[in-house]
């Protein structure tokens, strides 16, 4: 749903020209004509000072009942109040109010059947000592752009649905009818979907037409009609049921029903469900919360109805009594005594004798008036659009294409089989020259063979000679070389052995002299120790004699 913030995002407006082409004024224009005075919003207010203060007997109640709810009776009233102060304690006032714009006409109800219409006051717009005067130059407004939006919308939904030409030609109000490019006709689908319908019907009918020409002539074509007038002719019927049997697939046509005139005879179902949808709800609307002077009639009956409780019944009336002289009536506010316009919510607006409260008190009509547009027509109208826009969108409203695949004209099918025989000829002539040059490549191919063959084996003669010859050679040089080798090994072996001999004669000769060089040493050790020994012995007998 549109969101508080967004006031005037108007989606009954917006639907009700989608879905009938009727152009209604912007909702934030409708009250701009429907001015009294200080710019209170449709109704004129003159606050009064009484002369005296004086009881209320309920008289001046009765508007509340000849204004009930949508019967709106009585545009001339007064709401009576007390304030704090003056000579006798408290001071009368009364507000006097003169509503502007339409009321009930010969018992009927204003909703839907008023059309805009001007008024004009003989008294003056702005008020003099506390009183409006007679004048040439009153208060005049109008409801026209009211009555367009209220019940001009309303009824373009009624000409869609009930008539047959819809809202071709459709006006409210005074205004020029719809422009006929603009205005909606619902068997405008059924038409355009009879004429799917009719044409999807040809084409499948065609087929069998087709079917039978083509069957006479030949299934194929010959060629021996290619580039001729028979091959143009059979081109002519085949191409004529191929194209046939395109645009029937494409709109699926089935006997006399097509997939576009299904699409489109649903299109117009929906949105006439959409549209009667809008149209129940405003119905009701209409009638009974469509006038706004009902929400005005509404908010000062509330405010009425407060000041009677806290401000008319909270006041003590004391006679004081002056003996021959008589007496005078004091009056004493209670402790719940207002005199502020308060609403049946707790909302205050402001001292009642202020015009400025009385502005205020008409904004919030309005408002009221606003709200129910929005919850009764717009919230509604938007979920319609969407239901509309979905129903119409891509994945549901499908009307597929039509085309002609692979168009190509008669002149184009003789090029072609004049082009196919040059074509088929080149192909046979190309055959045979491929076939002598496959027959002389395998001749060639066998010369080659066996060609190869020979100078093979000629090699191979050659090989196995050459490598006798070889190997002749090499095991005669392996004979000598071995022989050599034995020589060389014997010679060098005697060598070794003699080289050996000598060796180990001057080894033992040498090994002869150093074991005589070893026991002269040893003989030359043994003569020393006894030398030593002898010269020991003869120490110690010295010694022993010295004892």
Known sequence: MADDSTEYADYWLKAVRLFTGY??????TLFDEIIGNHGIKQMKVEVTKQGSVDSVTGEEYDWMVENAGWDIQNTDFVIPFYTRGGSEGVTYYKARFTLLGAKIADGKPVGGEVVGSEGKSHYGKELEDGHFKPSDDGTVWNTFNLTK?????????????????????????????????????????DMVADSFDRVAKFFWDSKTTMDDWQNRVSSSPNDAWLGQAAGVFWDLIHELRRRYDHYADDMEAVGGVSKQGKAMRQAGKDLRTQAQNLKNKWDYWNVYEGNPLRWLVDLLSEIANKSWYNNLTQVDADYEYYGEAGGAWNYTPRGGFTSQATDAHGKTYGEMTELDTWKAVGEEAVKRWETSVKEKLSDPAEDALKALALAWGSSTFDLGSISTKGDKGIGDSFKEDKADKAIKDAEEK??????????????????????????????????????????????????EAE????????????????????????????????????????????????????????AEAKQEQIR
């Open 483 to 538: 022989a050599k080798y034995d020589k060389e090994k014997k010679e060098a072996e005697e060598k070794a052995a003699k080289e050996k001999a000598e060796a180990e004669a001057k080894q033992a000769e040498m090994e002869a002299k150093q074991e005589a060089k070893e026991k002269e040493q040893e003989a030359k050790q043994e003569a020393k120790e006894k030398e030593q020994e002898a010269k020991q012995a003869e």
């Open 23 to 28: 152009e209604a004024p912007a909702r934030n």
């Open 149 to 189: 939006y209220s019940y001009g919308t309303g009824h373009a939904l009624s000409d869609l649905l009930e008539k047959d030409n819809g809202t071709l030609g459709y006006s409210w109000g005074g205004e020029p009818p719809i422009e006929i490019g603009k205005g909606v006709r619902l068997k405008s689908f």
């Open 430 to 479: 190309a055959a045979k020259e491929k076939a002598e040059a496959e027959a002389k490549y395998e001749k060639d191919k066998k010369e080659a063979e066996d060609k190869a063959a020979k100078e093979k084996a000629e090699a191979e003669a050659k090989y196995e000679k050459d490598k006798k010859e070889a190997e002749d050679k090499a095991a005669k040089e392996k004979a």
